[in-house]
């Protein structure tokens, strides 16, 4: 297993999801942290962690995860983000589950975030993203993947890298990349949970980016096929 960690100027986050990696009961292949044009170095800081570092100058998630995922060497090619913290089973938990799973292409999990006041953490992620599993599941036809604990086979990832669309950085990439496996067999595993920090929730405006990036994803999905055609598709193929 190659696991990608995008990571735009977020040294003292990235240090922790690094920590957390070096703890793995069973360690990854490799660990590959995409520099998204970062304005601070982060050679030493990879180094240190035995992880391997490689550059993306085009600003956006989607490309630094693109960029990471076209690095992996891994017969797997899991995905963090900077802000993750995975249990130290994480790595064999995605083995494992890949293995019982021998049909899915990808699988992903939960996320709890460990950041929040006391008692909130739990809750407000269940809400925000149980939404987005579930309103993503009904547009994609398939469960919807989330970029801060997922894992995709390399070879479903070499199948559809010129389908995602890499450039747009104003897309949320995970989803984007759910569309683009379009009906390969994707697993969402409850047991599978990573904690993350809340910055995500923090601020209207920042919810209104995300929702704006939600709009735009679906639209060019949409594009591709709309759901109504995944669906019949996928219940016709049963």
């Not at 550059?55 to 076209?70: F, L, M, N, Q, R």
């Not at 899991?78 to 993750?84: E, I, K, V, Y």
Request: with cysteine; proline share 5%; hydrophobic share 45%.
């Amino acid at each position: 297993m190659s696991v990608v960690v995008p990571v735009r100027d977020d040294a003292e986050q990235l240090a922790g999801c690094l920590a957390a990696l070096a703890r793995q009961t069973v360690p990854p292949h490799e660990v590959v942290v995409v520099d998204n044009a970062s304005a601070e170095p982060l050679d030493a800081l990879v180094a240190a962690h035995g992880a391997r570092l490689v550059h993306e100058p085009a600003v956006g998630i989607s490309p630094a995860a693109a960029t990471g995922y076209d690095a992996a060497t891994g017969d797997v090619v899991a995905r963090l983000d900077a802000d993750s913290r995975p249990p130290e089973t994480w790595v064999a938990d995605l083995l494992a589950a890949l293995a019982r799973h021998t049909e899915a292409d990808a699988v992903t999990g939960r996320g709890v975030f460990h950041d929040l006041a006391p008692g909130l953490g739990r809750a407000v992620a269940g809400l925000y993203l149980g939404a987005y599993h579930l309103l993503g599941h009904a547009a994609v036809a398939n469960p919807v993947l989330w970029g801060s604990n997922m894992a995709v086979r390399r070879e479903a990832w070499l199948r559809v890298r010129d389908r995602v669309h890499r450039w747009d950085p104003e897309i949320h990439d995970d989803m984007d990349l759910s569309f683009a496996l379009g009906d390969a067999r994707v697993v969402r595993v409850r047991s599978l949970v990573v904690e993350v920090s809340g910055r995500s929730v923090r601020g209207a405006a920042q919810m209104r980016r995300r929702f704006r990036r939600a709009f735009r994803t679906l639209r060019l999905g949409w594009d591709d096929a709309p759901p109504w055609e995944r669906w019949r598709a996928r219940l016709s193929r049963r």
